[in-house]
């Protein structure tokens, strides 16, 4: 998936300006701890056993996922180091 594509699939209220919060993110090397503070916001919600998964909160950690994915153009070949399989980046 393509940055703009990653984009398009975003809430509509951050697409009102002259520039979308993502790309200043991403402009400023903010990016990267913005997607992962993100993933790890909409996991905690989840994290009480006694209710129940949002599935809305599970799709925006994909975007989130997919963010990171189109902006550091990691490929989906996994390799393994210290015992982690993990993607790595495009040269």
Same mark, same amino acid.
């Given at each position: 998936?393509?940055?703009?594509?990653? /984009? %398009? /699939?975003?809430?509509? =209220? $951050?697409?009102? +300006?002259?520039?979308?919060?993502? #790309?200043? &993110?991403?402009?400023? +090397?903010?990016?990267? =701890?913005?997607?992962? %503070?993100?993933?790890?916001? $909409?996991? !905690?919600?989840?994290? #009480?056993? &006694?209710?129940?998964? %949002?599935?809305? #909160?599970? *799709?925006?950690? /994909? =975007? $989130?996922? #997919?963010?990171?994915?189109?902006?550091?153009?990691?490929?989906? /070949?996994? $390799? *393994?180091? +210290?015992? !982690?399989? +993990?993607?790595?980046?495009?040269?």
């Amino acid at each position: 998936m393509t940055w703009e594509e990653v /984009k %398009s /699939k975003g809430s509509e =209220h $951050y697409k009102t +300006g002259a520039i979308e919060p993502v #790309d200043l &993110y991403k402009s400023a +090397g903010m990016l990267r =701890h913005f997607a992962l %503070s993100s993933i790890i916001k $909409y996991a !905690f919600r989840n994290a #009480d056993i &006694y209710r129940p998964i %949002s599935i809305s #909160d599970l *799709e925006k950690i /994909k =975007h $989130y996922a #997919d963010i990171l994915i189109a902006a550091f153009g990691l490929q989906k /070949k996994t $390799y *393994e180091y +210290g015992g !982690f399989v +993990g993607l790595r980046e495009r040269p």
